[in-house]
């Protein structure tokens, strides 16, 4: 089993900036990808960003350019660095990692709001 447990969502004004972090515990040896997926009210979950083990990212591509998504060298704690956001940014934002199988966080808030 693999646990995901996420931090720093919040509330931000449009133009800002916020940084996720997701740290995995568990039975973490030989997990491969990890990211972000997002849920807005009465919208489905979608990719937001992905990170292998070899360091490859993938982008949705509304957020590219504006999200960065990273890794520590231990390769259990993933990163996701918003700026330039938008009021379409509002959603709950859910840690995702593979190993044998899918993991979730439990989300975290991103409100974007004058």
């Known amino acids: 089993q693999v646990q995901l447990v996420e931090s720093g969502g919040g509330l931000v004004q449009p133009g800002g900036s916020l940084r996720l972090s997701c740290a995995a515990s568990?039975?973490?040896?030989?997990?491969?990808?990890m990211g972000w997926y997002r849920q807005a009210p009465g919208k489905q979950r979608e990719l937001v960003a992905l990170?292998?083990?070899?360091?490859?990212?993938t982008y949705a591509d509304s957020v590219k350019g504006r999200f960065t998504i990273s890794r520590d060298n231990a390769k259990t704690t993933v990163y996701l660095q918003m700026s330039s956001l938008k009021p379409v940014d509002t959603a709950v934002y859910y840690c995702?990692?593979?190993?044998?199988?899918?993991?979730w966080g439990q989300g975290t808030q991103v409100t974007v709001s004058s």
């Open positions: 995702y990692a593979y190993r044998l199988g899918g993991y």
């Open positions: 568990g039975s973490i040896l030989s997990i491969s990808t």
């Open positions: 990170i292998t083990s070899g360091d490859t990212t």
